[in-house]
């Protein structure tokens, strides 16, 4: 790439398991040159990954398997690589889930996800709706924002503090959950940025800027 072609697309993988047509709408917005990819011979001239995901564990991975996106996925993300994981796309990041024992998520965090207690007449589950998100450490996707911000959640199972992260955020639901992550080149949210509104946006452009490393015309 020479420097006036400009920095590479990103790849939104779209292997049956995401709201694909929305990530990709925001990830324009906020200015990310997008390239949706089905298939891993479409990943070449792309940089960094977007995962998006929704739906229960078992199929969601089993899609993923089965478009063949695993091993270049991890491959990348040892190289350094940026991936962005997005609802369930953030908990297939980690070992795997209590929605289905025994299949493996993609392993890039340790630890495993677990599922809301509902509490009679307090806490429903599914998670649904705004909520507060307040920043832990210096994650990428969080700088300079003022927290707390509040987000759109829709899910079931979450990601448990005591998963060792650098940084991140923290929601309350019944428990205190991480609804960021930034562990390297890995990040991720819980909450849906396409649904956020202006925080999602802001949470997109930083992805943009601050890991990406370009600003890409919005």
């Not at 779209?14 to 709201?19: L, T, W």
């Amino acid at each position: 790439m020479t420097p006036q072609d400009g920095p590479l697309p990103v790849a939104l993988l779209d292997y049956g398991g995401g709201n694909v047509h929305s990530c990709h709408k925001a990830l324009v917005r906020a200015g990310i040159d997008t390239r949706v990819v089905s298939s891993p011979h479409e990943l070449g001239g792309t940089r960094g990954f977007v995962v998006p995901g929704q739906g229960h564990f078992r199929q969601v991975m089993e899609a993923f398997d089965a478009s063949g996106f695993r091993a270049p996925i991890l491959a990348a993300a040892a190289s350094g690589e940026p991936v962005f994981g997005i609802c369930v796309g953030m908990q297939m990041l980690l070992d795997g889930s209590e929605e289905a024992p025994g299949v493996q998520g993609l392993g890039l965090i340790p630890g495993q996800v677990l599922r809301f207690t509902p509490a009679p007449g307090a806490q429903k589950v599914p998670h649904m709706g705004w909520n507060s998100v307040d920043k832990v450490g210096d994650s990428a996707l969080l700088r300079n924002l003022f927290c707390p911000a509040y987000a759109y959640f829709v899910h079931s199972y979450y990601v448990p503090i005591t998963v060792d992260v650098e940084a991140g955020a923290i929601t309350e639901y019944g428990v205190p959950f991480w609804s960021v992550i930034s562990q390297g080149n890995v990040h991720a949210t819980q909450f849906h940025p396409e649904k956020s509104g202006e925080v999602g946006m802001a949470v997109l452009r930083r992805f943009r800027e601050q890991v990406l490393g370009a600003v890409q015309p919005a």
